[in-house]
Every structure is written in C-alpha cells, then in structure tokens.
C-alpha cells in the first residue's frame, strides 16, 4: 500500500539544475560528490531502489543483501508451497466431485 502510489503512475521529472550541477563542481569537489550516473548500469540502479526502499520506506537500517537472500528464499519457498496446496485442493475437489456427483448422475439417469 506504501508503494501504490508510486508504482501505479507514471512520474516525470526535470532535472535539468542537476544536470548543470556538474558545470559548477569544481574538480576536486567531483571526486567527493560525483553527480555524473551514466556509467549505471539498470542493473545497478535496480539495486540502489531495493536498498533506497528497504532502508527509507521500509525503515529497516540493518538490512543486507544477505538478509535479503534469506527472505527471497523463504518467500519462494512459501510460494511453491502455496501453488502446491491450490493445485492438490483443486485435483481433490475434482476427485470428489468425480466420485461423488459421477454415482449420483449415473444413477438417476440409467
């Protein structure tokens, strides 16, 4: 629900002050506070977000990339789980629909 809103719009953005913010920097203030990021990969901005919202939406400051494993882990252990129990829910359901409603069709209508 913290996210919706920013997952479910489209942002734009100007940016064009910190695109001039590199003009300014003096060269040995762009060593200590670089504002050039085209060399990111979507990989490396990907990760940068997952940390950004663990550690400020989610206020989680201890999190690691190691604690984050752990959980993916546990969640798509707990989401095959989950698919297995729907899938024997419904084979069972079928089964039991099959054996019982089957005898009680056949019988009226022989």
């Keep these: 629900m913290k996210l919706a809103p ?21 060269p040995e203030d762009i060593d200590k506070f670089s504002v050039d990021y085209s060399g990111l990969t979507v990989s490396d901005q990907f990760e940068m977000q997952i940390d950004g919202t663990i550690r400020y939406l989610l206020k989680d400051k201890n999190f690691s990339k190691e604690t984050f494993n752990k959980r993916m ?25 099959n054996r019982y409603v089957g005898k009680f069709m056949n019988k009226r209508y022989i």
């Excluded at 920013?6 to 003009?23: G, I, P, V």
């Design 6 to 26: 920013f997952t479910l719009n489209e942002w734009t953005f100007k940016n064009d002050n910190f695109k001039s913010l590199h003009a300014i920097l003096k």
């Design 73 to 97: 882990f546990n969640f798509k252990i707990k989401y095959y789980l989950h698919v297995a129990v729907i899938i024997l829910l419904i084979i069972g359901s079928l089964f039991v629909l």
